[in-house]
């Protein structure tokens, strides 16, 4: 890329920077120090921000990236991503929203340990909860080094090396000094932005092609390779009965994490009321709706005006993309109009992954210290000694976060984001919907749910074709591959709810009825919620 291109989106880049940290610094002069204020913003905020706030949470690189490269490279099976993350949010609307925000406090752990034996239930949640968060973080790293390779003309692993670091360091600032208060206002203006981004786009695509879609389609579909294959399932997913099985695992994987987020469910805890709750779900659903049905026509576009051999040749798993297609609807390289679209798309992009690693960091160092730390020493402190140690968390995760986003910044941020919406939907939950509708459950079942989906999910990923045994792995000179399927949640997730029942049915505790009934009327009512 110019130099011109470089010096403008690096200026926009320090825009928002300047502007995050600023709203960081205001939010750091407002809080008490209080857990409530660092982990749910005092409860202050309205439906309304905190829809956008969830929107800006859950369109992540993943989203404005990941997807549009993946329909650019294999046109309709890339799209059913997008369709897999909607879906989702039924889900969240009907089982957990709601629920979630009259049983819980802070954290998943809160919703489960209200009736089971406290301690080791919070030691399984919090370790899942930051496992799926790391898991997570890594694909927002691994799309900040690929936007940052592409905008310096690919000059090396240096970039990529120092754009993560970098966001890695901007993160643990917004989380440590902000705490969610200013994690959220940074989520809204993001979401704003990538909304307003995202219109442009897809306006400017459509003129491209005035106004006819059936044009935009057949002509990517001409410039695939793949004539009208490129827009018809299989091309990704329909090769053979792996293929097949792995679409299906994906799908479910897509359908069920989301619920088991805990970023997502921590959000739900910043609003005064359930009632707030649902209705703070109402307007994320509009937004993201609205925001994948564009991206939709991004990855088409992007196939069409730059053809998947371009997009391929600039980053193998099509993370580029978007900025690409802006850069040819701005007027193509070294033009004025290029160089300003670009430049803005990869600020955008890059505010997207600024605000999405504040949201997951936060969710996790609160499972630390909120869950790990509060259970494991001997004597309770008081609620600013656990604010402390959340701070703390955010830094070490963060060093653990920049370190797995170098391992893994050739793969797709799209399809990392599927491995952690998998192993959200294999732990987190079983032992949620086991906790809130199942008045049997028993402490031992919750424990087992979670590690019976956790394990068995990472150990599949870790024998997997992501880690080797082909050239597009983690580790492509050595092959231990003896799971198949790409993403491991078709069996991952069966065997999180059995592992519950089995818990459940062989342990000799008897479950507490109070407690139970306690936990539903107050699910169900909001009658004694914090």
């Known amino acids: 890329m110019t130099g011109d291109h470089q010096t403008l989106a690096l200026l926009l880049f320090s825009g928002f920077v300047a502007v995050t940290l600023g709203i960081t610094t205001w939010a750091s002069r407002r809080r008490h120090g209080s857990a409530e204020e660092f982990y749910a913003g005092g409860r202050l905020f309205s439906p309304m921000e905190n829809g956008f706030a969830i929107a800006g949470d859950y369109m992540s690189a993943a989203s404005f990236l990941g997807i549009s490269g993946?329909?650019?490279?294999?046109?309709?099976?890339?799209?059913?991503?997008?369709?897999?993350?909607?879906?989702?949010?039924?889900?969240?609307?009907?089982?957990?929203?709601?629920?979630?925000?009259?049983?819980?406090?802070?954290?998943?752990?809160?919703?489960?340990?209200?009736?089971?034996?406290?301690r080791p239930v919070r030691?399984?949640?919090?370790?899942?909860?930051?496992?799926?968060?790391?898991?997570?973080?890594?694909?927002?790293?691994?799309?900040?080094?690929s936007l940052v390779a592409l905008l310096l003309g690919r000059t090396g692993g240096a970039a990529q090396a120092w754009t993560v670091i970098?966001?890695?360091?901007?993160?643990?600032?917004?989380?440590?000094?902000?705490?969610?208060?200013?994690?959220?206002?940074?989520?809204?203006?993001?979401?704003?932005?990538?909304?307003?981004?995202t219109v442009v786009l897809t306006v400017l695509v459509l003129l491209r092609f005035h106004g006819d879609v059936d044009r935009l389609l057949l002509t990517a579909a001409e410039r695939s390779g793949h004539g009208r294959a490129f827009l018809a399932p299989g091309l990704k997913y329909g090769g053979d009965w792996n293929a097949r099985l792995d679409f299906i695992s994906l799908g479910l994987a897509l359908v069920l994490g989301t619920a088991g987020l805990p970023h997502i469910l921590s959000r739900f805890y910043t609003v005064p009321t359930?009632?707030?709750?649902?209705?703070?779900?109402?307007?994320?659903?509009?937004?993201?709706?609205?925001?994948?049905?564009?991206?939709?026509?991004?990855?088409?576009?992007?196939?069409?005006?730059?053809?998947?051999?371009?997009?391929?040749?600039?980053?193998?798993?099509?993370?580029?993309?978007?900025?690409l297609l802006a850069l040819d609807l701005g007027g193509g390289s070294g033009s004025t109009?290029?160089?300003?679209?670009?430049?803005?798309?990869?600020?955008?992009?890059?505010?997207?992954?600024?605000?999405?690693?504040?949201?997951i960091t936060l969710a996790s160092s609160a499972s630390v210290a909120h869950d790990l730390y509060a259970s494991l020493r001997r004597r309770r402190g008081k609620p600013r000694s656990e604010v402390t140690v959340a701070r703390c968390a955010a830094v070490g995760i963060g060093v653990v976060a920049i370190g797995l986003g170098l391992l893994a910044r050739d793969l797709n941020v799209a399809f990392l984001v599927g491995?952690?919406?998998?192993?959200?939907?294999?732990?987190?939950?079983p032992v949620l919907l086991y906790?809130?509708?199942?008045?049997?459950?028993?402490?031992?079942?919750?424990?087992?749910?979670?590690?019976?989906?956790?394990?068995?999910a990472i150990g599949l990923v870790l024998l997997s074709p992501v880690v080797s045994g082909s050239p597009e792995s983690l580790f492509p000179g050595v092959d231990f591959q003896y799971f198949p399927l790409e993403n491991p949640g078709i069996v991952s997730i069966p065997l999180g709810f059995l592992a519950g029942w089995l818990g459940t049915v062989t342990s000799d505790e008897v479950p507490d009825e109070a407690k139970y009934a306690e936990t539903e009327v107050r699910s169900l009512t909001g009658a004694g919620a914090v």
């Not at 957990?96 to 998943?108: D, P, Q, S």
């Not at 906790?435 to 068995?456: D, E, Q």
Request: hydrophobic share 60%; glycine share 12%.
């Open 123 to 145: 030691i399984a949640a919090g370790a899942s909860s930051v496992t799926v968060s790391v898991l997570y973080l890594v694909a927002q790293m691994v799309g900040a080094g």
């Open 166 to 197: 970098g966001v890695g360091a901007l993160m643990v600032i917004y989380v440590s000094l902000g705490g969610m208060r200013a994690t959220t206002w940074i989520q809204i203006v993001k979401a704003v932005l990538l909304l307003s981004g």
């Open 274 to 323: 359930a009632r707030a709750a649902r209705r703070s779900v109402v307007w994320s659903i509009g937004l993201i709706g609205s925001f994948y049905l564009m991206t939709i026509v991004l990855g088409f576009g992007a196939a069409a005006v730059v053809g998947p051999q371009t997009v391929r040749g600039s980053n193998a798993a099509g993370n580029t993309a978007v900025p």
């Open 337 to 359: 109009g290029g160089t300003v679209l670009f430049a803005v798309v990869a600020a955008v992009a890059f505010a997207t992954i600024l605000a999405v690693v504040a949201g």
């Open 435 to 456: 906790s809130l509708f199942w008045r049997g459950f028993t402490t031992r079942g919750a424990v087992w749910a979670v590690y019976g989906g956790l394990l068995p």
């Open 70 to 118: 993946l329909i650019a490279l294999y046109g309709y099976d890339g799209l059913l991503y997008g369709v897999g993350f909607l879906v989702a949010w039924l889900v969240v609307l009907f089982l957990v929203a709601e629920l979630v925000r009259n049983c819980g406090k802070f954290t998943l752990a809160d919703v489960v340990a209200a009736r089971m034996n406290e």
């Open 419 to 429: 491995l952690a919406f998998a192993v959200a939907a294999s732990a987190n939950l």
